[in-house]
């Protein structure tokens, strides 16, 4: 049975995530999907709402604006009908959503808002993860600049440096230069009081 529900809760939850839309600053849910979830048409799930007009506040669920819809209607596939409905639809944060479980009560209904508030929380540790993650990389990024331009300093320093110690043993490997013969003819008594001289300096 645990199995089955996994499964379930695995094909599910993608699906409803799909769903929720980021609308006034809010994750929502459109009532023409939460509908389809419940089991129920939009026009029987709004009346139903009206009828418990105290149960939903404004953190639970507001009315789209006609700009707002149009939004919707573009970036969902799946609502392009709504293009040609003259009513404008609600939207349903994750509280109106349970509520909306509630007041209709049906088994489909409250086992579909059990999926639907899980889907809601997965968005919300997902969206704190990539802040997280954000702040992070932020700091690691600051981080990174900071060692680039000390790097960067002791890079410069440590090439000059290197570069004289180069040239330093570079002349020290190097032999010495031969000495230069003299223009012009030697005879061989010149020879050898060079060689003399070398022996006696």
Same mark, same amino acid.
């Given at each position: 049975?645990?199995? $089955?529900? $996994?499964?379930?809760?695995?094909? !599910?939850?993608?699906?409803?995530?799909?769903?929720?839309?980021?609308?006034?600053?809010?994750?929502?849910?459109?009532?023409?999907?939460?509908?389809? #979830? &419940?089991?129920?048409?939009?026009?029987? #799930?709004?009346?139903?709402?009206?009828?418990?007009?105290?149960?939903?506040?404004?953190?639970?669920?507001?009315?789209?604006?006609?700009?707002?819809?149009?939004?919707?209607? $573009?970036?969902?596939?799946?609502?392009?009908?709504?293009?040609?409905?003259?009513?404008?639809?609600?939207?349903? $944060?994750?509280?109106?959503?349970?509520?909306?479980?509630?007041? !209709?009560?049906?088994?489909?209904?409250?086992?579909?808002?059990? &999926?639907?508030?899980?889907?809601?929380?997965?968005?919300?540790?997902?969206?704190?993860?990539?802040?997280?993650?954000?702040?992070? #990389?932020?700091?690691?990024?600051?981080?990174?600049?900071?060692?680039?331009?000390?790097?960067?300093?002791?890079?410069?320093?440590?090439?000059?440096? !290197?570069?004289?110690?180069?040239?330093?043993?570079?002349?020290?490997?190097?032999?010495?230069?031969?000495?230069?013969?003299?223009?012009?003819?030697?005879?061989?008594?010149?020879?050898?009081?060079?060689?003399?001289?070398?022996?006696?300096?």
């Amino acid at each position: 049975m645990a199995t $089955t529900t $996994t499964r379930t809760a695995g094909a !599910l939850l993608p699906r409803i995530e799909g769903r929720i839309q980021l609308l006034r600053g809010l994750k929502v849910m459109i009532d023409a999907d939460l509908a389809e #979830l &419940y089991g129920v048409p939009t026009k029987a #799930l709004n009346q139903a709402v009206k009828r418990n007009a105290g149960r939903f506040p404004s953190d639970f669920m507001f009315q789209l604006d006609a700009a707002e819809k149009a939004e919707v209607v $573009t970036n969902c596939d799946h609502l392009s009908k709504l293009k040609f409905s003259r009513s404008l639809p609600f939207a349903f $944060t994750e509280f109106g959503a349970v509520a909306l479980a509630n007041i !209709l009560a049906s088994s489909q209904a409250v086992e579909m808002g059990i &999926y639907v508030v899980r889907a809601f929380v997965r968005l919300r540790q997902a969206a704190s993860l990539h802040e997280d993650l954000a702040k992070r #990389l932020a700091e690691i990024e600051e981080k990174t600049e900071r060692l680039e331009l000390s790097h960067d300093t002791f890079s410069r320093n440590t090439r000059n440096q !290197l570069r004289q110690l180069f040239e330093a043993v570079r002349e020290l490997t190097m032999p010495p230069d031969p000495p230069k013969r003299p223009i012009g003819f030697v005879t061989p008594e010149e020879k050898k009081a060079t060689k003399g001289k070398a022996r006696t300096g």
